[in-house]
């Protein structure tokens, strides 16, 4: 890269050549080590200077139209210092960006989407196990409901068919009266006996 600026004297310039070596490996080594998903730089006129895909080298994201870095071009001239989102072509994307010296804008992309594809997977199968649970759960306390309800009905069946036999007598329509033939229970058989003395009205 040529850098050149004409002297006080309106007649000399002073150009310099450096080499962007350094800071295209810097924007290859982040993107490499995980930290984001593309790095760049543009100057002020919105040419990049060093990009993590060196095919992006050299292009002019102002003149683009239609791809992810003009995308983010256009929204880097509407912005304050510091980050925004942007959705593009399906995927969603978080971008930090810091202007140097009022010149070059330093630019860090990560992938929103395929960062927190994980954690959405994760939280699927959470809430599915959650789902199953809930119903194994469901299901066990209407079994248990269905078994006690069957226990009810089975005791008092015993109960009623118990009863019969606590206390069997004779009964003789005819001459009004009853003989005592089974008698389990010696309170109830008190009880019949106090009603068989008292008088009829």
């Not at 890269?1 to 982040?30: C, F, H, P, W, Y």
Request: with cysteine; aromatic share 6%.
């Amino acid at each position: 890269m040529s850098l050149a600026k004409q002297l006080d004297d309106g007649e000399s310039v002073v150009a310099l050549d450096m080499t962007l070596n350094r800071v295209q490996e810097i924007t290859e080594e982040a993107v490499a080590s995980g930290r984001s998903d593309i790095e760049f730089i543009l100057d002020r006129n919105g040419t990049v200077i060093a990009h993590s895909d060196i095919n992006e080298f050299g292009k002019n994201y102002e003149a683009e139209e239609g791809t992810l870095g003009a995308a983010i071009g256009e929204m880097l001239t509407a912005g304050e210092e510091g980050y925004f989102e942007l959705d593009f072509e399906g995927a969603h994307y978080i971008v930090y960006y810091e202007t140097i010296r009022n010149d070059w804008c330093c630019v860090s992309v990560k992938d929103a989407s395929s960062a927190f594809r994980s954690l959405n997977r994760i939280l699927a199968i959470t809430i599915c196990v959650i789902v199953l649970i809930i119903i194994a759960l469901a299901l066990l306390l209407s079994s248990s409901v269905r078994r006690r309800l069957a226990n009810e009905r089975l005791t008092k069946q015993i109960s009623s068919t118990a009863d019969i036999y606590i206390s069997m007598h004779e009964v003789d329509f005819t001459n009004d009266t009853f003989v005592e033939v089974l008698n389990k229970n010696r309170e109830v058989a008190g009880k019949i006996g106090e009603a068989r003395k008292m008088p009829r009205s």
